[in-house]
């Protein structure tokens, strides 16, 4: 907003908040909280916006940051100052820098991005500070001090060169959190970004979110804090969950812009506390309960797994309960229903790629392609037999990048053409062993160099040396055996072609139809317990108040993310209890009448 005055941003500010749309009961509740926001960032207070599922939280950030825009679009420049807006993510990072049209005024940018930002240039202290980090003692016993060596953040993993030091992703925080003990420090902080606006605060790390609260919260001369997100959807382990602080001002956006009123009247008994508005009252919805306690087989009796469904009738119930809802009008295909369910394992197996799961001992391997073999696959491999299959070769190409040997003449088109042909047949009826084989020898297309040497590490250990076999060389090794058919299917899951996906997949997203299949497979988890305990929330015990919440958050995050129909089905056992609360939440009608009949 060019050449804005004082009083022209108090304008801006009063037409922000008079909503010219349709004043439904969300949008008024929604208008509510960013005038609270805007009259904290007048103030100069710091505040946290409490914005549960489908309140538009991004919304309110946006106009947060386009409001500073307005208001301060000479002063900042004048000063050398910025607005920072920290992201969980590159993804938001994005929808962030297009929603305010990258505005230069707005550095935006993950917590690690900004942290590396602020504490890269204080070397001096880096090289005093590192070598005392327990990752850090042992390299520098063996390469000695660290002299004057550049601390530089790039390469995403440790390592010590003559000239520099890279450190690991896990450094920045505790080396950020260090740096903030300094007096000159936190005045550059403050110099540089008098106003700091924090995305998705539940989930960012605990110990830097404590350093602030320490250092700048209440503190004369810091940063004004904003800090936009829901404790209610703090789903990852080290995230901070809930923030209090006196200098604090809490505000509650009481909106719902995604579901109909049969689901937010569900989440707003699950969470009397935030309860939310919808946009239409009139719109039409259901939901529905399905639970296995008339199942009289024998159920799983494994740690993880006690009390759930054998695997094959948890599949069998799944395909019953799809019919059911068929039968009843939903629309089941992909655009329009996810099916969202708790474990890797249980999706692995509904998807097609039930091996992998035990081949890694993360589920991050595969899951977000951090082992370089599923990269490679999914992200190359599997996109250029695809483009080949379709006879566009130029997309075949593209997808392999820099691996593609020089096609010099008619022989080379032969030789691509046959090694092409034979891949697709060990797609379809080899494993990754044998498509991984192909690759070496044909080289067409060509291993990646960090493959090749993997694969040459496997080669060369000795199983008979009394060593243990390194992790990375174990999983390769089972990772050879699964058939290849899995990586297709994997690749399907990943590029969204599924109608399934994990409940930590989809925070943020939303669907027209979900049906959450609620069981075992983790320990970290056990849904009746956190029901159970939900009856009397006030008076969960101490030592059960992390596993109640993780639970209870996971649960919320999954039953908020369908706009008209949501379907629970229950595969392990729940209590009188457990069902009572289900009762209380969703109506006692409908759990009543969702017994699966076995005998059906």
Sequence with gaps: ????????????????????????????????????????????????????????KTYSLVKALRFLIARDEFKLPRNHQKIACITFTNVAKGEIEARTDRNPLIYCDTTHAFCWSLIGGFQKQLRAIL??????????????PI???????????????????????????????LLMEYDKFRHIVTDKYPVILIDEYQDTDTNWIEAI???????????????????????????????????????????????????????????????????????????????TNNWTG????????????????SHSVLE??????????????????????????VLASEQGYASLPSVFQYNEAFAKKEDEFIAYFAEKLEPACTAYYERKFGRMFAALGGSIPAIQAKEDKVKWASAMDELLKLRAQGTVGQVVDHLRQTRRPRLPDALEKRLKNLESFDKNAGEEMPRALL???????????????????????????????VKGAEFENVIVVVGRGWNQYNFNEMLELAHDP?????????????????????????????????????????????????????????AIDFNH
């Excluded at 060596?149 to 995403?156: H, I, P």
């Excluded at 505000?251 to 109909?260: D, E, L, P, T």
């Excluded at 999983?475 to 299917?489: C, G, N, T």
């Excluded at 590029?495 to 996906?501: A, I, L, N, Q, V």
């Design 475 to 505: 999983e390769l090794e089972k990772l050879r055996a699964v058939p290849y058919k899995e990586i297709i299917s994997l690749t399907a899951y990943l590029s969204g072609y599924s109608p399934f996906e994990t409940k930590h997949g």
């Design 131 to 144: 070598p005392t980090m327990a990752h850090w003692l042992e390299k520098f016993k063996e390469v000695g």
């Design 147 to 177: 002299g004057e060596r550049t601390v530089e953040y790039s390469l995403g993993f440790r390592s010590i060169k003559d000239d520099r030091v890279s450190i690991h992703h896990d450094d920045v925080l505790p080396l950020t959190i």
């Design 298 to 313: 024998a159920r799983q009796t494994s740690a993880h797994w006690k009390g759930d469904l054998p695997s094959e009738v």
């Design 538 to 594: 006030l008076n969960v015990p101490p030592n059960r108040q992390d596993a109640y919440e993780r639970n209870r958050n996971l649960f919320y995050v999954a039953c908020s993310r369908p706009k008209r129909r949501l379907a629970l089905l229950f595969t392990q056992e729940l209590s009188v209890l457990a069902l009572k609360t289900l009762g209380k939440w969703f109506g006692e009608d409908t759990v009543s009448a969702g």
């Design 320 to 345: 019953d309960v799809q019919d059911r809802l068929k039968n009843d009008g939903w629309d089941l295909s992909a655009k329009s229903t996810k099916i969202l369910m708790l474990t890797h394992r």
């Design 1 to 56: 907003m060019a050449g804005c005055s004082g009083h022209a941003a108090h304008r801006y500010w009063r037409s922000c908040s008079m909503s010219d749309k349709n004043n439904n009961p969300a949008e008024l509740a929604s208008e509510q909280a960013l005038a609270a926001v805007y009259e904290c960032l007048k103030d100069k207070r710091s505040f946290l916006l409490e914005a549960g599922a489908g309140a538009g």
């Design 213 to 291: 609260k320490a250092k700048f919260l209440g503190q004369p001369n810091a940063p004004q804090f904003g800090f936009f997100g829901d404790h209610w959807q703090k789903i990852y382990g080290n995230g901070c969950g809930r923030i209090d602080h006196p200098a604090l001002t809490l505000i509650g956006k009481k909106a719902n812009f995604r579901s109909v009123p049969a689901i937010v009247d569900c989440l707003n008994r699950m969470r009397p506390d935030l309860p939310q508005m919808v946009e239409n009252p009139e719109e039409i919805g259901r939901i529905k309960i399905f639970h």
